[in-house]
């Protein structure tokens, strides 16, 4: 019989989110009175159509595809150029940023990509992320070798963990020692925090003293409104040198279901090989995708150019009002429940202490119990995420306003 990866076994019991699917299907099991009443605010999936001018866009590529003269096969495994020049003009050159199209990379998934970029990284690197963190970046070291086992709170041997809460205004602290891979993520996931410019500087700094390599998920970057907070770390000065960043057309344009997103890696930013010399991270990744991806489909991508037109443009803008709006509900109705809350104001996600010192997930039971209302243990993030509890603005404003009045009502402290 073949023998396995063995890496897998050291994960935990279930990945965060098939383990709320888990509890929640047994607590239908067990009221199934309750299954119509369940609101459920807990993964970051969007509920709003498209934007007209993406299926539009969409459908007329897919009358292309009839006819011999417009039909498209296989595509760049990089993406189409008209969609990476786009990318380039209106999310980087706009603002300032010093990013080309050839240095953008077209992918069905921001998480794709998160886990994909250790492919082309040494399994000798010190790596770091945040607590609590997006589990993505720590579960994909764990399958791929790069961790030890885990201990009681859930860290894995080998990771560096940096906490983020509240008494540190959840803004992680520089390392005092060298790390040669840092995860970065912002607005964050899941705790709705933002890094000012100065943050962000400090860590490009400390990864061009230490030659580290950051890796930037900026997914939610649309959701910001504040205008002195970056949306790109190339907005940082000398960032091209130390970050690569991930980017997704999901949350800004709902293609959670359709599939594109894009990750950045500039030319000249490089990775030491086995005999000292410096290889460029951009060719590894490109050669790694020419093997591994057969890219993201011509139709999707027109749809996915058609977000930076005019019309696009407002029509995005309009479902990020959306979900902020939902945003600033959930955050005020917590607020009125007593509840410490936190995030919902540069990004769609609310993160909330949870009362009368419940763990997340006794909190997870309570909110499902006795609201009918499923969120995210904040324990599940990490260590530092234990006795924090997130909920996400990704729903119909109608389940929202329920939501908030049915806190209001049974759990108002």
């Given at each position: 019989?073949?023998?396995?990866?063995?890496?897998?076994?050291?994960?935990?019991?279930?990945?965060?989110?098939?383990?709320?699917?888990?509890?929640?299907?047994?607590?239908?099991?067990?009221?199934?009175?309750?299954?119509?009443?369940?609101?459920k605010l807990g993964i970051g999936d969007v509920t709003e159509?498209?934007?007209?001018?993406?299926?539009?866009?969409?459908?007329?590529?897919?009358?292309e595809q009839s006819q011999h003269e417009s039909f498209h096969g296989y595509g760049p495994e990089q993406g189409y150029p008209f969609l990476c020049e786009a990318i380039?003009?209106?999310?980087?050159?706009?603002?300032?940023?010093?990013?080309?199209?050839?240095?953008?990379?077209?992918?069905?998934?921001?998480?794709?990509?998160?886990?994909?970029?250790?492919?082309?990284?040494?399994?000798?690197?010190?790596?770091?992320?945040?607590?609590?963190?997006y589990p993505v970046y720590v579960d994909t070291n764990v399958m791929i070798g790069n961790t030890g086992e885990a201990d009681d709170a859930g860290r894995y041997g080998k990771l560096i963990y940096i906490p983020v809460t509240a008494e540190n205004?959840?803004?992680?602290?520089?390392?005092?020692?060298?790390?040669?891979?840092i995860y970065l993520c912002y607005p964050n996931n899941p705790t709705g925090s933002v890094a000012s410019k100065e943050t962000l500087t400090k860590w490009v700094a400390y990864a061009k003293q230490h030659g580290s390599l950051i890796l930037y998920d900026a997914a939610y970057e649309a959701f910001i409104a504040d205008p002195d907070i970056p949306h790109s770390?190339?907005?940082?000065?000398?960032?091209?040198?130390?970050?690569?960043?991930?980017?997704?057309?999901?949350?800004n344009a709902g293609f959670t279901g359709t599939r594109c997103a894009f990750t950045v890696i500039p030319k000249g930013l490089s990775g030491t090989a086995a005999d000292g010399s410096m290889v460029e991270l951009h060719g590894l990744w490109g050669r790694r995708q020419s093997t591994k991806f057969?890219?993201?489909?011509?139709?999707?991508?027109?749809?996915?150019?058609?977000?930076?037109?005019?019309?696009?443009?407002?029509?995005?803008?309009?479902l990020v009002s959306f979900y902020m709006e939902n945003a600033r509900i959930i955050r005020e109705g917590l607020t009125r429940a007593g509840m410490a809350v936190y995030g919902g104001t540069n990004a769609p996600y609310v993160w909330i202490k949870t009362p009368d010192n419940q763990t997340s997930w006794e909190f997870f039971d309570t909110l499902l119990n006795d609201t009918h209302i499923v969120g995210t243990p904040g324990s599940g993030f990490g260590a530092s995420g234990e006795g924090?509890?997130?909920?996400?603005?990704?729903?119909?404003?109608?389940?929202?306003?329920?939501?908030?009045?049915r806190i209001g009502s049974v759990l108002a402290v």
């Amino acid at each position: 019989m073949p023998t396995i990866n063995n890496n897998f076994l050291k994960l935990k019991a279930g990945y965060l989110f098939p383990e709320i699917g888990r509890r929640v299907a047994e607590f239908i099991k067990a009221n199934p009175d309750a299954a119509e009443k369940i609101i459920k605010l807990g993964i970051g999936d969007v509920t709003e159509p498209l934007p007209e001018a993406c299926i539009v866009a969409m459908h007329k590529a897919v009358d292309e595809q009839s006819q011999h003269e417009s039909f498209h096969g296989y595509g760049p495994e990089q993406g189409y150029p008209f969609l990476c020049e786009a990318i380039a003009e209106h999310d980087y050159l706009s603002r300032g940023c010093d990013i080309s199209a050839d240095e953008i990379f077209i992918s069905d998934g921001s998480k794709c990509d998160c886990a994909g970029i250790l492919d082309i990284l040494g399994h000798d690197n010190t790596i770091a992320v945040t607590d609590p963190v997006y589990p993505v970046y720590v579960d994909t070291n764990v399958m791929i070798g790069n961790t030890g086992e885990a201990d009681d709170a859930g860290r894995y041997g080998k990771l560096i963990y940096i906490p983020v809460t509240a008494e540190n205004n959840f803004t992680p602290e520089i390392p005092a020692t060298k790390v040669d891979v840092i995860y970065l993520c912002y607005p964050n996931n899941p705790t709705g925090s933002v890094a000012s410019k100065e943050t962000l500087t400090k860590w490009v700094a400390y990864a061009k003293q230490h030659g580290s390599l950051i890796l930037y998920d900026a997914a939610y970057e649309a959701f910001i409104a504040d205008p002195d907070i970056p949306h790109s770390i190339y907005e940082i000065e000398d960032a091209r040198e130390v970050a690569i960043e991930f980017r997704s057309f999901s949350k800004n344009a709902g293609f959670t279901g359709t599939r594109c997103a894009f990750t950045v890696i500039p030319k000249g930013l490089s990775g030491t090989a086995a005999d000292g010399s410096m290889v460029e991270l951009h060719g590894l990744w490109g050669r790694r995708q020419s093997t591994k991806f057969n890219g993201v489909s011509y139709i999707i991508q027109r749809g996915a150019e058609a977000v930076y037109t005019e019309a696009g443009q407002q029509q995005t803008a309009g479902l990020v009002s959306f979900y902020m709006e939902n945003a600033r509900i959930i955050r005020e109705g917590l607020t009125r429940a007593g509840m410490a809350v936190y995030g919902g104001t540069n990004a769609p996600y609310v993160w909330i202490k949870t009362p009368d010192n419940q763990t997340s997930w006794e909190f997870f039971d309570t909110l499902l119990n006795d609201t009918h209302i499923v969120g995210t243990p904040g324990s599940g993030f990490g260590a530092s995420g234990e006795g924090y509890f997130r909920l996400s603005a990704f729903n119909s404003r109608e389940n929202v306003e329920d939501a908030m009045q049915r806190i209001g009502s049974v759990l108002a402290v």
